[in-house]
């Protein structure tokens, strides 16, 4: 049994950490900078990330490698830095969460769409197994395939981190809710749908990313709850839906109203609760009180 489930047989729930990007905006990253390039020019701000949300409370604590796959780096011309550029995401944020805490080692879709023949699905599992590889060559515990949208591309990803790795998977999809209600991703898939998907790829455990802020997810997790009673739920959810200010993008949730949410969310069924766009350490503070309080 992995890091993760043994401790959520003793604890229950556990808490996540909050937004990378948020927080290596702050730091200085530039638009149109490679996020992932900071693993090796600004490697003291990257630990420093993780430590934040370490020193908030958080039982884990994510890698800075989202875009870190051969697709995306290819933009930056670092195609052949993927396995320097993870392993040292998951080196650095292993020295921040020291060995009591739990490494997720992140991985994101690759922009490729399968059905338009933009990539083949040997192409797609060879990138996300050279990515997982590195992700637990530097430490990860379980690497999160998150923000998906294609069914077929998050099975791809959560198949080669399953069988290239001893780590636990973990694979989160982005719903939004539509006109009649329900939550879909962009490609149309509800959550219910991804449930058995992911199972049989060898999930460990699943759940909902982006997309809504903390109170849109109960009704995710009861969905995924009415078709699996057992499998862990995570939740990593964005501080509200953006809104878009003076120049600016703004998560208007504030720490407080994310944490109110949290015994309902518990109630649905999740296991697992941390944040997405827009949190900060105060917002997993906040949560990881709410959960001390339940637990």
């Known amino acids: 049994m992995g890091k ?18 948020t927080l290596l905006h702050a730091k200085g990253l530039k638009p149109g ?12 701000e990257i630990m420093d990330i993780a430590a934040q949300y370490i020193n ?129 991703t962009m490609m149309g898939v509800s959550p219910a749908e991804m449930v058995p998907v992911m199972k049989e790829a060898g999930a460990d455990i699943i759940g909902a990313n982006c997309g809504n802020g903390i109170e849109g997810m109960i009704d995710i997790v009861r969905e995924i709850r009415a078709v699996d009673r057992d499998i862990p739920v995570l939740v990593h959810a964005n501080a509200g839906r953006p809104r878009y200010e003076d120049g600016k993008t703004v998560f208007p949730e504030s720490p407080e109203e994310m944490a109110s949410f949290v015994p309902s969310l518990i109630s649905a069924g999740a296991n697992i609760i941390g944040g997405c766009c827009g949190t900060t350490p105060e917002h997993i503070r906040l949560i990881c009180e709410a959960l001390k309080m339940l637990r």
């Not at 490679?34 to 003291?44: F, K, Q, R, V, Y």
């Open 4 to 21: 993760i489930l043994e401790k959520l047989k003793i604890l229950k729930v556990l808490a996540s950490d909050g937004a990378w990007g």
């Open 33 to 44: 900078e490679c996020p992932e390039s900071w693993n090796i020019d600004h490697p003291a």
């Open 56 to 184: 908030a409370g958080a039982d884990m604590t994510e890698t800075n490698s989202f875009g870190g796959n051969l697709f995306k780096l290819s933009h930056y011309g670092l195609e052949k830095k993927v396995t320097e550029i993870n392993r040292r995401a998951a080196e650095l944020s292993r020295n921040a969460a020291g060995t009591e805490k739990i490494v997720l080692g992140s991985v994101g879709p690759t922009g490729k769409i399968l059905m338009m023949g933009e990539v083949s699905e040997k192409e797609l599992y060879e990138a996300f197994k050279e990515q997982s590889i590195a992700l637990a060559s530097g430490g990860s515990d379980a690497i999160v395939v998150e923000t998906m949208s294609d069914l077929d591309e998050a099975r791809i990803a959560v198949r080669a981190a399953h069988e290239n790795t001893s780590c636990e998977v973990i694979c989160t999809m982005t719903f939004e809710k539509i006109l009649t209600g329900e939550y879909r």
